[in-house]
Nanobody, 121 residues
Framework: QVQVVESGGGLVQPGGSLRLSCAAS????????MGWYRQAPGKQRELVAV???????TYANSVRGRFTISRDNAKTTSYLQMSSLKPEDTAVYYC???????????????WGQGTQVTVSS
């Protein structure tokens, strides 16, 4: 089993910065993809940014140029550096890890519990 835990959310003023962290632990063979999604009140969960183990990244148009996703060398921790934050970035941010526990196990999705990011003056 794989556990995913986010940290780093909070209240920030418009134009400010925040860094989210996501740690995956447990029985891990590989994590091909780690990513961040968010869900604002009354809206569907949407992709923010994902990063493949080889380094390829994908960003939502709304955050490109302001947010940066990265992973540590062990590939089990993901970071989301958020800059120039706007009120519309307010949401619960979820970490997602596509991971397999053994060499024979198909990768599956694991989600964290979410961390609240509020951008307000």
């Amino acid at each position: 089993q794989v556990q995913v835990v986010e940290s780093g959310g909070g209240l920030v003023q418009p134009g400010g910065s925040l860094r989210l962290s996501c740690a995956a632990s447990g029985s891990i063979f590989s994590i091909p993809i780690m990513g961040w999604y968010r869900q604002a009140p009354g809206k569907q969960r949407e992709l923010v940014a994902v990063m493949h183990s080889g380094g390829a990244t994908t960003y939502a148009n709304s955050v490109r140029g302001r947010f940066t996703i990265s992973r540590d060398n062990a590939k089990t921790t993901s970071y989301l550096q958020m800059s120039s934050l706007k009120p519309e970035d307010t949401a619960v941010y979820y970490c997602n890890a596509v991971a397999s526990s053994t060499v024979r196990t198909e990768p599956r999705n694991y989600w964290g519990q979410g961390t609240q990011v509020t951008v307000s003056s």
